[in-house]
């Protein structure tokens, strides 16, 4: 059997991690549904609610809302609805703050940040990493993806946007 460069065993063991909904914020106009998840059981801290509404207010395109009926001439993926969710993640290693908004009706705009711990005024975007989510990140992915599908594409009338959000993931417990 060939050695591999690093060890299976040195992975640590999974652990839950608390996640919450912390709430519906209004940033310039978009709307978006904010997610904690953190290595403390008494999940994130209030400073760290405030560092990923400031980050929102510096990456998110304006105008929140663009036309949703793209001509011939504008890729769908520009059309926005003014609407997403953003998850702030207290993590082992650092901060991560997860960005991401629904674009071109079923496609989602995603950017993920990294800061170290104490500095929250200094994240940075690690797109150049291709790091997407974590696993405890993505089951709140999964979940946004299912009320996307459940609340706006099952059936897109006037009110779909406000069932969307109103649709959030609500264990508050380690997962």
Known sequence: MTEMPWQISAIRPYRDRHISYLELANI?????????????????????RAALIHLAERILPMPPLWPT???????????????GFGIAHEAADGLYALMSWWVGENM???????????????????????VI???????????????????????????????????????EALN
């Open 133 to 171: 989510a974590c696993v405890w990140e993505m089951q709140i992915m999964a979940f946004e993806r299912n009320a996307w599908v459940r609340e706006v594409l099952a059936s897109p009338n006037e009110s779909s946007l406000e069932r969307y959000l109103c649709d959030t993931f609500q264990q």
């Open 108 to 130: 989602l705009q995603h950017h993920v940040y990294y800061a170290e711990t104490g500095k929250l005024e200094d994240f940075k975007s690690i797109a150049d990493t291709s």
């Open 69 to 83: 009926k793209p001509d011939q001439e504008t890729p769908s993926f520009e059309a926005r609805y003014g609407v």
């Open 28 to 48: 310039f106009g978009w709307r978006f549904k904010l997610y904690g998840v953190s290595v403390s059981e008494t999940g994130v801290s209030i400073n760290y």
